[in-house]
């Protein structure tokens, strides 16, 4: 279903680039004959009466995607792993998702005779994709995605932001997270689309050469890797680039306007998503605030939604988790014994993201129900906090937490990032503040250098309980 959805793509665009990296250019004839000398290492599908999973091992981002077009070369489930993985979680992960083979660059090449054409392929509700959450909120699950899932939200993506032959995206984000591997990898190459592979924290002074240099036409990636871009900039503007696009954390109009003086030929696009539903549920070409929140624009229409009221003190009227029924919803969690949950018997997968709608169409976004916490009973949301502290003209970038307090349980805490030259102090992004109800207001500020970014470029914030990736 999707490796002859692509052989048709590339066919099509044979002697068309499909993947820049560091070392060497692959058209898209060069990608499929690469993808069979990876399909050497497995095995066939066989009828296990289950999905037949392959552990990927993280390596680099040219690797990785033919491996998981391999895969599915061959009628197999890529289980598309973290950085990091240590014995213990690999053993974890093994022991949950009983895989056929764990495929790593020491696998030994096992020369057979691939056909581009005999692959079993999937049907429509078939798990073939496996992805990693972040484990914002503990130990990081594993997504099923259907195949008509992986169609689909390559689909509605490439439709909707016009990708074709002719376009380079930009991929800086690793390609073990949805945003980098389906937001763009996939959906590029499913579109006749080029994709320019970075190595996962490479420097964006090196993005931002290749951009110039290859006439990159799309570039992607989440508000903190997008700040430091800019913050990197030398004021000659990226006149190739006719797309941005961004999301997964708090955006400003100011930033929008910063992108608009980098990029003056582009367009822009605030993205919202999630592993569970595809790195694209809905968007939006402006930054607006709403009650505290952040307006994501409205659903594609593959995707059926509804709010799920949450009883809570501080929440706008309306406010609920978003729940999600459609074609790219995941199957669920794997868990033991080839069983799948966190999806309703009517199909809706109930995230914990707090939104409501605005004018009964577009979503309001207020932050993970995880990142929610109370400080003496009251409900502290820091997203608000944030958005605040980012409207401050001497702010570069923010984040709240919570911190333990003797007295009231946690209390907000939050770290900043100045702009180049301030000299704004602590005490004075305190009293910026007071705007927000008294129990709102940071306890204390703490001004950094920088904030630590993940492998994804997103925010990591320590909590009370370790620390957390920004969803």
Same mark, same amino acid.
């Given at each position: 279903?999707?490796?002859?959805?692509?052989?048709?793509?590339?066919?099509?665009?044979?002697?068309?680039?499909? %993947?820049?990296g560091?070392?060497?250019?692959?058209?898209?004839?060069? #990608?499929?004959?690469?993808?069979?000398?990876?399909?050497?290492?497995? *095995?066939?599908?066989?009828?296990?009466?289950?999905?037949?999973?392959?552990?990927?091992?993280?390596t680099?981002?040219?690797?990785?995607?033919?491996?998981?077009?391999?895969?599915?070369?061959?009628?197999? %489930? *890529?289980?598309?792993?973290?950085?990091?993985?240590?014995?213990?979680?690999?053993?974890?992960?093994?022991?949950?998702?009983e895989?056929?083979?764990?495929?790593s660059?020491?696998?030994?090449?096992?020369?057979?005779?691939?056909?581009?054409?005999?692959? *079993?392929?999937?049907?429509?509700?078939?798990?073939?994709?496996?992805?990693?959450?972040?484990g914002?909120?503990?130990?990081?699950?594993?997504?099923?995605?259907?195949?008509?899932?992986?169609?689909?939200t390559?689909?509605?993506?490439? =439709?909707?932001?016009?990708?074709?032959?002719?376009?380079?995206?930009?991929?800086?984000? *690793?390609?073990?997270?949805?945003? &980098?591997?389906? &937001?763009?990898?996939?959906?590029?190459?499913?579109?006749?689309?080029?994709?320019?592979?970075?190595?996962?924290?490479?420097?964006?002074?090196?993005?931002?050469?290749?951009?110039?240099?290859?006439?990159?036409?799309?570039?992607?990636?989440?508000?903190?890797?997008?700040?430091?871009?800019?913050?990197?900039?030398?004021?000659?503007?990226?006149?190739?680039?006719?797309?941005? +696009?961004?999301?997964?954390?708090?955006?400003?109009?100011?930033?929008? +306007?910063?992108?608009?003086?980098? #990029?003056?030929?582009?367009? #822009?696009r605030?993205?919202?998503?999630?592993?569970?539903?595809?790195?694209?549920?809905?968007?939006?070409?402006?930054?607006?605030?709403?009650?505290?929140?952040l307006? %994501?624009?409205?659903? #594609? @229409?593959?995707?059926?939604?509804?709010? %799920?009221?949450?009883?809570?003190?501080?929440?706008?009227?309306?406010?609920?988790?978003?729940?999600l029924?459609?074609p790219?919803? /995941?199957?669920g969690?794997?868990?033991?014994?080839?069983?799948?949950?966190?999806?309703?018997t009517? &199909?809706?997968?109930?995230?914990? @993201?707090?939104?409501?709608?605005? =004018?009964?169409?577009?979503?309001?976004?207020?932050?993970?129900? =995880?990142?929610?916490?109370?400080?003496? &009973?009251?409900?502290?949301?820091?997203?608000?906090?944030?958005?605040?502290?980012?409207?401050?003209?001497?702010?570069?970038?923010?984040?709240?937490?919570?911190e333990?307090?003797?007295?009231?349980?946690?209390?907000?805490?939050?770290?900043?990032?100045l702009?180049?030259?301030?000299?704004? @102090?602590s005490a004075?992004?305190?009293?910026? /503040?007071?705007?927000?109800?008294?129990?709102?207001?940071?306890?204390?500020?703490?001004?950094?250098?920088?904030?630590?970014?993940?492998?994804?470029?997103?925010?990591?914030?320590?909590?009370?309980?370790?620390?957390?990736?920004?969803?």
């Amino acid at each position: 279903m999707i490796w002859h959805r692509f052989l048709q793509v590339a066919q099509a665009h044979a002697h068309a680039t499909a %993947v820049i990296g560091e070392d060497e250019t692959l058209t898209y004839a060069d #990608f499929v004959a690469r993808v069979n000398v990876e399909a050497g290492k497995l *095995p066939r599908r066989a009828d296990m009466g289950r999905p037949a999973r392959v552990l990927l091992v993280p390596t680099e981002p040219a690797t990785l995607l033919l491996r998981v077009f391999a895969c599915w070369s061959r009628g197999l %489930v *890529p289980v598309v792993l973290r950085e990091g993985q240590t014995e213990e979680s690999l053993k974890r992960i093994s022991g949950i998702a009983e895989p056929v083979l764990i495929l790593s660059d020491t696998t030994p090449q096992h020369p057979q005779h691939v056909s581009q054409e005999d692959a *079993p392929p999937f049907t429509a509700r078939d798990e073939a994709l496996v992805m990693c959450t972040s484990g914002t909120t503990g130990t990081p699950k594993l997504v099923a995605l259907p195949a008509e899932g992986v169609l689909a939200t390559a689909s509605a993506i490439a =439709d909707d932001l016009g990708f074709s032959e002719g376009d380079i995206i930009a991929v800086p984000t *690793p390609l073990t997270y949805m945003y &980098g591997l389906m &937001g763009a990898s996939v959906t590029g190459l499913l579109s006749g689309a080029a994709l320019r592979l970075f190595v996962p924290g490479a420097p964006l002074t090196v993005v931002q050469s290749a951009i110039r240099r290859e006439k990159i036409t799309v570039m992607q990636g989440p508000p903190s890797l997008m700040r430091l871009f800019l913050a990197y900039w030398g004021g000659e503007p990226f006149d190739s680039v006719r797309l941005v +696009t961004t999301g997964g954390e708090y955006m400003t109009s100011e930033m929008v +306007t910063d992108l608009a003086k980098a #990029f003056p030929q582009s367009q #822009f696009r605030l993205l919202y998503g999630m592993t569970e539903a595809g790195p694209r549920i809905s968007h939006c070409q402006s930054v607006t605030e709403y009650k505290g929140g952040l307006c %994501v624009g409205v659903p #594609f @229409d593959h995707f059926e939604w509804r709010v %799920v009221p949450v009883e809570q003190e501080g929440l706008p009227s309306g406010a609920g988790r978003l729940a999600l029924r459609g074609p790219s919803v /995941c199957l669920g969690y794997i868990q033991p014994e080839n069983k799948y949950a966190g999806v309703d018997t009517d &199909g809706y997968f109930t995230s914990t @993201d707090i939104v409501c709608t605005v =004018d009964d169409a577009s979503l309001c976004f207020f932050g993970r129900q =995880d990142r929610l916490f109370k400080t003496g &009973g009251k409900l502290i949301n820091p997203l608000e906090i944030e958005a605040l502290l980012m409207r401050h003209p001497d702010v570069r970038d923010a984040v709240c937490h919570a911190e333990d307090h003797r007295l009231l349980g946690l209390v907000p805490v939050a770290q900043v990032v100045l702009k180049e030259g301030a000299q704004t @102090d602590s005490a004075t992004l305190i009293a910026h /503040c007071a705007v927000l109800e008294t129990h709102a207001v940071p306890h204390r500020i703490d001004i950094l250098r920088a904030l630590c970014i993940s492998a994804s470029g997103k925010r990591v914030v320590a909590t009370a309980a370790g620390s957390s990736t920004l969803p």
